[in-house]
């Protein structure tokens, strides 16, 4: 198994987590609303961290909970863990072994609120820990970098947050994942013209908003990790506030616009970054207004997810955008610099 053939692997991933865990979930989810729940709090870590954005967004909008990200030196280090009265606790982790993130988790048991373990190893620590585990699903995942188990945790996010609004519980449009995600996997040429592009450069950005605030994030990541280029990610509105005065002529810059709800905005800063001398790259449901043939370049990713669950398919072109552009920096994808596959953080 290689990085790559396991980012092809995601359709049918998805369908088998939907198929697995959608009961699972279901049940979970009648024993969370039966409990005193006015926020979450989530502990995660790179990846995972992301999939945490992801929730962010989803339980505010669909759930109406606050989800405040952990911050685990604080049940560490310091010892010092915050009151968590009418918390849901969550940890999201791959390995499930990382002892910070168990820890936050330990807590949550100890004081009495319901805890729920995200992970791919439901023999792993942190799935004895919780009071409820959802497993991923997505069998082992060979490679160092996180691929199908980040789009599986999102899915597992989105499953859990309809199934938390209570009945009638409508799960119809998870259904479209996997062919959503077999579409987005058809934008590998563009993905790697995007590549050849940004592989000249040290630095580049990731512009989000919204739900894809997290897909700025996760590709920023991938690139650091696999590529080893300077990349970072931000919201839209974050960067005109100071970040945009590094952007000059030729400057690659990478905008997430999907669907409409910051259509208008991210098309501002599209013309905006263009006067600089910006060279853009969307990824996105369609081009930007200030798109320009032959200087920018434009990654489909497949219309038919609503806004909410367009990260999962988002993702797919920024993994294989990562992948194309490790290999014309002249690194191996399967062997990143100086990591493992499991980090066990304190």
């Known amino acids: 198994m290689t990085l790559y053939s396991e980012i092809f692997e995601q359709p049918s991933i998805l369908r088998g987590l939907l198929d697995e865990q959608k009961n699972n979930i279901t049940e979970i989810a009648s024993e969370i609303r039966k409990r005193n729940v006015d926020f979450v709090f989530l502990a995660a870590r790179g990846t995972s961290d992301n999939a945490g954005r992801y929730a962010n967004y989803i339980w505010g909008a669909y759930n109406g909970l606050p989800v405040a990200l952990a911050t685990p030196s604080l049940f560490t280090y310091y010892q010092k863990p915050p009151r968590l009265n009418n918390a849901l606790v969550l940890g999201i982790s791959q390995s499930g072994k990382s002892p910070d993130i168990v820890s936050v988790i330990e807590e949550g048991r100890l004081q009495g609120v319901p805890t729920i373990a995200i992970t791919n190893d439901l023999a792993s620590p942190l799935a004895q820990a919780a009071e409820y585990n959802i497993g991923l699903s997505v069998g082992k ?21 309809l199934c938390l609004k209570g009945s009638p519980i409508q799960l119809d449009p998870l259904e479209t994942i996997p062919d959503a995600l077999a579409l987005a996997l058809t934008s590998e040429p563009q993905a790697q013209e995007a590549a050849n592009v940004l592989a000249t450069s040290d ?58 709800t910051f259509r208008e905005e991210l098309n501002s800063l599209g013309a905006t970054l263009r006067r600089r001398g910006a060279r853009l790259i969307t990824i996105g449901d369609e081009q930007l207004i200030e798109h320009s043939e032959g200087q920018d370049t434009f990654i489909p990713v497949p219309p038919g997810l609503p806004e909410w669950l367009s990260p999962i398919a988002a993702i797919i072109p920024g993994q294989l955008l990562a992948y194309h552009l490790t290999i014309a920096r002249g690194f191996d994808p399967d062997q990143p610099r100086a990591l493992r596959k499991v980090t066990l953080t304190k």
């Open 141 to 161: 995942e060979h490679s160092v970098a996180a691929t199908k188990t980040y789009t599986a945790q999102l899915t597992a996010l989105a499953l859990l947050a």
């Open 203 to 260: 630095h580049t950005i990731f512009i989000g908003r919204g739900f894809n605030y997290s897909t700025a994030w996760e590709i920023s990541l991938k690139c650091k990790e696999l590529a080893n280029i300077q990349a970072e990610a931000y919201s839209s509105a974050d960067f005109l506030h100071g970040p945009i005065a590094i952007v000059d002529q030729g400057f690659p810059v990478s905008l997430i616009s999907i669907g409409d």
